[in-house]
């Protein structure tokens, strides 16, 4: 089992950037693929990126695709979400979340997930 704890949200101007950070528990992280979602206000939580346990693939939604970054450091046992030329629609709270199993299965998909941060909050002002 493990723990997530997101931190590094906050307010930013439109255009400016912010790093998110997902600190884990346990002595296990490297053998799980971590998800970020995030969920705006009135809609659905949708997916961000994902990264395998290696950190070398990655897999982003369209709409992130050369604005957000996911990286990982297996011996901080932490993933990271790098944001950058924020827009006010990227106002939303962000989860990290972590998967067993394979890579690419699905990692789209909040069902893939069995553990979930409690989120932190992202507020993109115009």
């Known amino acids: 089992q493990v723990q997530l704890v997101e931190s590094g949200g906050g307010l930013v101007q439109a255009g400016g950037s912010l790093r998110l950070s997902c600190a884990a528990s346990g002595r296990t992280f490297s053998s799980y693929v971590m998800g970020w979602f995030r969920q705006a206000p009135g809609k659905e939580r949708e997916f961000v990126a994902a990264i395998n346990w290696s950190g070398g693939s990655t897999y982003y939604a369209d709409s992130m695709k050369g604005r957000f970054t996911i990286s990982r450091d297996n011996a901080k046992n932490t993933a990271y979400l790098q944001m950058n030329s924020l827009k006010p629609e990227d106002t939303a709270v962000y989860y990290c979340?972590?998967?067993?199993?394979?890579?690419?299965?699905?990692?789209?998909?909040?069902?893939?997930?069995?553990?979930w941060g409690q989120g932190t909050q992202v507020t993109v002002s115009s």
């Open positions: 979340a972590a998967a067993t199993g394979l890579y690419g299965v699905g990692i789209q998909f909040q069902g893939r997930y069995d553990y």
